[in-house]
């Protein structure tokens, strides 16, 4: 979403909180809530190390600015309009991206060998990700009418152990 002009909001309560913001937003799960993703900063590191005897051993470091927080006030019974494009009129409690969820840091490695039988080969690998097995949040609820108001939608999947084996040929 995109807001223009002054004409361009639900709720004229929100043109200091919104005035010329982008506010893109993905929808959550059928159990979340729509979650802005407007990261201030991300970074991503990438490695991969051959090893002796065709071992490979890698991985990746990923970290973000936390998700935006919106907390606005919601009238649930007005009537939606084509006027406000059938959104329930919200109204902000502070100005754009003054409030965000913690920050997002997930590392992830894999180890891997490569056996050669004449033509073919046998990869055997494991994986590991969120290492650190941390349990950021990544959704919840915002809107401050609703009696489940703060409720966590959504963590960083846990820890996960694979052992994986590919066979080429």
């Known amino acids: ?22 506010a893109g937003y993905i929808s959550g799960s059928s159990a979340g ?8 900063w991300m970074g991503k590191l990438g490695f991969a190390v051959r090893l002796p005897l065709d071992i490979n051993f890698g991985g990746t470091l990923i970290a973000r600015d936390g998700y935006i ?7 649930l019974d007005i009537e939606r309009s084509d006027a406000n494009n059938n959104d329930t009129p919200s109204v902000y409690s502070a100005p754009y991206g003054t409030f965000r969820l913690s920050n997002f840091a997930m590392l992830n490695l894999q180890l891997s060998k490569v056996i050669r039988v004449q ?5 055997l690998s494991i994986d590991l990700f969120n290492v650190f097995n941390s349990n950021t949040v990544t959704s919840q609820e915002d809107v401050i009418t609703q009696s489940n108001y703060e409720q966590i939608y959504k963590y960083v999947s846990p ?6 084996l590919r066979f080429k040929f």
């Open 69 to 75: 927080l919106r907390k606005i006030y919601q009238e």
């Open 159 to 164: 820890r996960i152990f694979r052992l994986g």
């Open 119 to 123: 033509r073919a080969s046998f990869t």
């Open 33 to 40: 809530t729509d979650q802005s993703m407007n990261p201030r």
């Open 1 to 22: 979403r995109f807001y223009p002009t002054r004409a361009s909001y639900n709720d004229p309560t929100n043109i200091e909180q919104l005035d010329g913001n982008y």
